[in-house]
Antibody
Framework: QVQLQESGPGLVKPSGTLSLTCAVS?????????WSWVRQPPGKGLEWIGE???????NYNPSLKSRVTISVDKSRTQFSLTLSSVTAADTAVYYC????????????WGQGTLVTVSS | EIVLTQSPGTLSLSPGERATLSCRAS???????LGWYQQKPGQAPRLLIY???SRATGIPDRFSGSGSGTDFTLTISRLEPEDFAVYYC??????????FGQGTKLEIK
């Protein structure tokens, strides 16, 4: 049973950089799966941010691509998100998730972590 | 860019009733790559349906999915109290690579 756990600062200043890490347990980060970040502003819907394969290959949402970097640390079985030049619009619950390689759906999710952008 | 439009925005029903939720895509979606999720307040989404019609592990058989092309449906045959939540559809493959609908809130009447 794969388990995912997000961690990182809950408060980031405007124009700063948001950095989160997702720890993977109960499964191999080097398996044939893609690992994603998804966010949800308070009271709103879900937005996919980007994904990474264990090889380091990435795909990003075009709407965020210029500000997003996702990286993987296989030795520590975790992957990370950095989002630069944040504004209040980036305030959201950030989830990490594992996508099913065959169906493109997210079958495992972390509990989510709220990141607030405020001075 | 593909857009998934869910209807209705809010659905008010009573326990025991049948719920029918719609997801319409602005471009054709492969049935293999259409999923449905349930989200309760303060919780992460939970995968219900993948491949448009296959139930995820542990999902009761009162949940069923159907559809193809641009029109997909999630049906809950007999509502249980724990089914009242927000439901999202999601596609994979079109740009952006993963897209969610805006959600349908299923509330107790």
């Amino acid at each position: 049973q794969v388990q995912l756990q997000e961690s990182g600062p809950g408060l980031v200043k405007p124009s700063g950089t948001l950095s989160l890490t997702c720890a993977v347990s109960g499964g191999s980060i080097s398996s044939t799966n893609w690992w994603s970040w998804v966010r949800q502003p308070p009271g709103k819907g879900l937005e996919w941010i980007g994904e990474i394969f264990h090889s380091g290959s990435t795909n990003y949402n075009p709407s965020l691509k210029s500000r997003v970097t996702i990286s993987v640390d296989k030795s520590r079985t975790q992957f990370s998100l950095t989002l630069s030049s944040v504004t209040a619009a980036d305030t959201a619950v950030y989830y990490c998730a594992k996508s099913n390689w065959n169906y493109g759906t997210f079958d495992y999710w972390g509990q989510g972590t709220l990141v607030t952008v405020s001075s | 860019e593909i857009v998934l439009t869910q209807s209705p925005g809010t659905l008010s029903l009573s326990p025991g009733e049948r719920a029918t939720l719609s997801c319409r895509a602005s471009q054709s979606v492969s049935s293999s790559y259409l999923g449905w999720y349930q989200q309760k307040p303060g919780q992460a989404p939970r995968l219900l349906i993948y491949g448009a019609s296959s139930r995820a592990t542990g999902i009761p058989d009162r949940f069923s999915g159907s559809g193809s092309g641009t029109d997909f449906t999630l049906t809950i045959s007999r509502l249980e109290p724990e089914d009242f939540a927000v439901y999202y559809c999601q596609q994979y493959g079109r740009s952006p690579l993963y897209t969610f609908g805006q959600g349908t809130k299923l509330e107790i009447k």
